[in-house]
């Protein structure tokens, strides 16, 4: 796809990953629609795009309230016209052990409440904003693309049942829906970042950082431009359709 003035939707727009695709996919010529839970956040993203002569707006949205959601991609279909992709980034973790025991007795488990949590927001939202987009590109005639934001967890990882859940479900809507949208012009595909420098990895300690690092065959760290450029080639790339691009440095083998 030529990505010059079409519309692109990116939610966690804000800052991180979400802001990186923003600004790889607005250098390329798109107009972007940057959607976040954060009006000052995406405020002060958007003034750091338009500095770089890239058209961005801001759109509030809580991608797991359904009504927030039809209502923010409405909005921007009626600001700056229907968009012709979409890229679903927003996600948040809850970690915790299913259960935590000691001597044959459990002293803690993982809750409902953080097990819906992170469902909701990390592939509810996936759903929800899928198919708004979906239903705004057939219906405007527009071929499209829908990336979806997985992550290395999918596989299974200690300590986030729910996380590890919700990342493996994002990635077989996109099978599902590479196969079902296919004859509406639509692809999608899914990337699924291993380790990246973001606000989330500088929070941790650094000999955590440092293990981590360590463990990755390239010894570092990726950045969030990795994840950018994955997410920018399955949009160029016309025949790339319903698959994933992992993009972790090697880590899972």
């Known amino acids: 796809m030529q990505l010059r ?3 692109i939707a990116i939610t966690g727009g804000a800052r ?30 958007v003034s750091s795009l338009v500095a770089e002569d890239i058209t ?6 809580d991608v797991a309230d359904e009504d927030s959601v039809i209502t923010a991609f409405a909005r921007i279909a009626a600001r700056m016209g229907p968009i012709s992709g979409c890229v679903s980034n927003a996600g948040i973790t809850e970690d915790a052990l299913l259960v935590k025991a000691s001597d044959g007795k459990v002293e803690k488990r993982m809750s409902l409440e953080a ?33 979806n934001i ?10 986030q049942s729910n996380y590890a859940a919700a990342k493996a479900g994002v990635h077989a809507l996109t099978v599902t829906w590479g196969k079902e949208l296919a004859r509406h012009g639509i692809r999608t595909g899914t990337v699924a970042p291993g380790f990246i420098a973001t606000d989330m990895t500088a929070a941790m300690r650094p000999d955590m950082v440092e293990r ?39 880590l899972r083998l």
């Open 5 to 7: 003035e079409k519309v």
């Open 16 to 45: 991180g990953l979400g802001l990186a695709i923003a600004r790889e996919l607005g250098r390329a010529g798109a107009a972007i629609a940057l959607l976040d839970m954060s009006e000052k956040a995406l405020n002060d993203a």
């Open 56 to 61: 961005a707006q801001a759109f509030v949205v």
């Open 115 to 147: 097990w819906q949590k992170v469902l909701n927001v990390d592939l509810t939202g996936v759903f929800l904003c899928g198919r708004e987009a979906a239903t705004q590109m057939i219906e405007a005639g527009l071929e499209g693309v829908i990336v």
């Open 150 to 159: 997985s992550s290395i967890s999918r596989a299974g990882n200690m300590g």
């Open 212 to 250: 981590i690092s360590r463990s990755v065959p390239l010894k570092r760290l990726g950045e969030p431009c990795d994840i950018a450029k994955s997410v920018a080639f399955i949009f160029d790339n016309d025949y790339f359709n319903a698959r994933i691009i992992e993009c972790d440095g090697g």
